[in-house]
T-cell receptor, first 117, second 113 residues
Framework: AQKITQTQPGMFVQEKEAVTLDCTYD???????LFWYKQPSSGEMIFLIY??????QNATEGRYSLNFQKARKSANLVISASQLGDSAMYFC??????????????FGTGTRLTIIP | DTAVSQTPKYLVTQMGNDKSIKCEQN?????MYWYKQDSKKFLKIMFS???????INETVPNRFSPKSPDKAHLNLHINSLELGDSAVYFC????????????FGPGTRLLVL
């Protein structure tokens, strides 16, 4: 079974500062994927970034980067130069095998990020 | 164009009623999913369909029945609604359910009174 742990229920960060959102995972799968999604107050789920377990380079997408440390089983999201529009819930998720042998996403409990002007 | 759409966006109903939520994706994806997000924002998969065939059915009560008329649509029918069914239900889709990112719909906020 897969498990995702996000230990920061809430964070407050000053605008323009960088922020790191923590995510650790547990799986016995050899091949897996890690995702970050953003959920603003409007409620939709927005895909941010993906890291495959065999990817040697850390994933980057604009201001988002994923600090992947496989040995420590962590996949932290780093947002550089934070903006007011970054205020939202952030979910870490892992793609792994379901009980049926097919792939599914398991989500963490989320971190609510608030950017302070 | 909206990639993954859901209707309705809001649904308020009485206990015991039967209701349906519709989902459509225009991304040409093969796999579609239903997730439930509870009041504590925890997201959990309910169902997954690949090319109209059910491939994941997590521990969801039998009152919930997904229906996929074609690979672009995955509807969720709920019988005998209970207070605990109040949640946000998200539809998502991905190319083949394995290597690809899942894209989510806007969610349907269900409130059972």
């Amino acid at each position: 079974a897969q498990k995702i742990t996000q230990t920061q229920p809430g964070m407050f960060v000053q605008e323009k500062e960088a922020v790191t959102l923590d995510c650790t995972y547990d799986t016995s799968d050899q091949s897996y994927g890690l995702f970050w999604y953003k959920q603003p107050s409007s409620g939709e789920m927005i895909f941010l970034i993906y890291q495959g377990s065999y990817d040697e380079q850390n994933a980057t997408e604009g201001r988002y980067s994923l600090n992947f440390q496989k040995a420590r089983k962590s996949a932290n999201l780093v947002i550089s130069a934070s903006q007011l529009g970054d205020s939202a819930m952030y979910f870490c998720a892992m793609r792994g095998l379901s009980n049926f042998g097919n792939e599914k996403l398991t989500f963490g409990t989320g971190t609510r990020l608030t950017i302070i002007p | 164009d909206t990639a993954v759409s859901q209707t309705p966006k809001y649904l308020v109903t009485q206990m015991g009623n039967d209701k349906s939520i519709k989902c459509e994706q225009n991304l040409g994806h093969d796999t579609m999913y239903w997730y439930k997000q509870d009041s504590k924002k925890f997201l959990k998969i309910m169902f997954s369909y690949n090319n109209k065939e059910l491939i994941i059915n997590e521990t969801v009560p039998n009152r919930f029945s997904p229906k996929s008329p074609d690979k672009a649509h995955l509807n969720l029918h709920i019988n005998s609604l209970e207070l605990g069914d109040s949640a946000v239900y998200f539809c998502a889709s991905s190319q083949d359910g394995s290597q690809e990112t899942q894209y989510f719909g806007p969610g349907t906020r269900l409130l059972v009174l």
